[in-house]
């Protein structure tokens, strides 16, 4: 079952690396509708969703072992714009390489979707704007993005994990979402 502190890492109750990095992943969501109970980390339609988009996540980036993924945490929603944002974790320095890779497997392997024309990516129970993912894919190419991880507190429990160390987000997406007959 999903909760807020594992926020469905992949390998389950695990330790934490000594150090890691983070990579705050933010899309445009076009459906399900935007409810207020998706404010809260208690509510059945939060972890339903939270945990579905984790899960598939998790078990795409944990396929390639060459981006050294170990989970996705801490799963938030935003109203305007509807946008899901997720932390998503890996052992040691991430560089730009494994960072533009990261949204390339979540491009290959999310499910392609058309509602109304507009493009779209299925990651469990939430369909993202592909454009929002093209696009922060786009913003990581060429920047020299990268982190440098630190040292982190040991972890005693498996549902307890630290605040990241360093975040590299890949914020910034398109304002506008593309039909299919105006490519």
Same mark, same amino acid.
């Given at each position: 079952m999903y909760t807020? *502190? $594992?926020a469905c890492a992949a390998l389950? =109750?695990?330790l934490v690396p000594a150090e890691y990095s983070v990579i705050t992943l933010t899309l445009y969501v076009l459906s399900p509708d935007y409810t207020p109970d998706l404010r809260s980390v208690a509510s059945a339609r939060y972890r339903l969703l939270a945990g579905s988009f984790c899960n598939d996540i998790s078990s795409w980036l944990s396929i390639w072992s060459s981006v050294n993924f170990f989970s996705c945490e801490d799963v938030k929603f935003q109203q305007n714009p @509807? !946008?899901?944002s997720a932390e998503l974790r890996f052992v040691g320095a991430v560089s730009e390489t494994v960072h533009y890779k990261m @949204? $390339?497997?979540?491009?290959?392997? =999310?499910?392609?979707?058309y509602p109304g024309g507009v493009h779209g990516r299925q990651i469990g129970e939430v369909l993202v704007s592909y454009a929002s993912l093209l696009d922060a894919q786009r913003r990581v190419k060429g920047t020299g993005t990268s982190s440098t991880p630190r040292a982190t507190t040991p972890v005693t429990t498996p549902s307890t994990s630290p605040g990241p160390v360093e $975040? *590299? !987000?890949?914020?910034?997406?398109?304002?506008t979402f593309y039909k299919i007959d105006e490519f």
């Open positions: 807020p *502190t $594992t389950g =109750a695990q @509807y !946008t899901i @949204y $390339t497997i979540i491009m290959e392997e =999310a499910g392609r979707v $975040t *590299t !987000t890949s914020g910034g997406f398109m304002n």
